[in-house]
């Protein structure tokens, strides 16, 4: 079963963040949680949510990454570097898949890797994101990326993961009510 | 659902309709929160209902 490394930097949109690791493991995904220091880390809203692994420990050797949104955790991993280098070794490589949603996407216009693929982010971002295709829709999945608009949008954009690595999520939108909720 | 003092919700996708029932319940505005969640993206406006 595929690996997905989510990365928590400091000010990490909760919900964008815990519910998209709910979803996967749901799913059967190996889904960890990277922070950037030891210990818990405050989220946007000051929840404090304790990583199991401290970047970059063995994240190369993940399936997927996934960048939430938050302010300012998306700014906080685009102005990291070493995301960014994350970033583009894993554009470089066949099967690797690259995710983020929200504020998150700005890290991947960071590392240059959106140029002609279809994306989507949060309300307005389609100018954050130059030289990519923006779609107005709730979750896009184009080449190696899967992009997704905001806080209440983890749902579609972790099935659209899942998806990606080769899960059939239909079950799952059942078991989570998500149909039951009017989830598209 | 709210009946009387009681609020109440399904599963853990109608978190988002329960965490907005309960704004309005305190006098809060979750439609304005509704709109910056981009939650209408996702999930239809009557929440299944």
């Not at chain 1, 806080?151 to 039951?180: C, H, N, W």
Request: net charge negative.
């Amino acid at each position: 079963m595929a690996s997905v490394a989510v990365l928590m930097a400091e000010g990490f949109e909760e919900g964008e963040t815990v519910t998209v690791v709910d979803i996967l493991r749901r799913a059967g995904l190996t889904c960890d949680l990277f922070a950037f220091t030891e210990g818990p880390v405050m989220g946007m809203h000051g929840m404090y949510v304790h990583p199991d692994k401290v970047f970059p420990s063995d994240v190369k050797s993940y399936d997927a990454i996934v960048l939430p949104g938050g302010r300012p955790g998306g700014q906080n991993l685009r102005e990291n570097p070493a995301v960014i280098d994350l970033i583009r070794e894993f554009d470089a490589q066949d099967g690797k898949l690259i995710a983020a949603m929200c504020s998150g996407v700005i890290a991947l216009a960071q590392a240059g890797v959106v140029a002609g693929k279809k994306v989507t982010g949060y309300t307005g971002y389609a100018k954050k994101l130059p030289g990519a295709v923006f779609l107005d829709e709730v979750a896009v999945a184009d080449h190696n990326l899967v992009t997704s608009q905001g806080p209440a949008t983890p749902y579609p954009f972790a099935y659209k993961i899942a998806e990606a690595l080769g899960v059939d999520t239909s079950a799952l939108r059942q078991r989570m009510l998500y149909t039951l909720a009017g989830g598209k | 659902m709210r009946d009387g003092t009681l609020i109440t919700s399904r599963g853990p996708a109608t978190a988002y309709a329960f965490g907005y029932a309960l704004v309005d319940a305190m006098g809060g505005d979750s439609l304005a929160v509704k709109n910056r969640m981009v939650y209408f993206s996702a999930f239809e406006e009557d929440g299944g209902n």
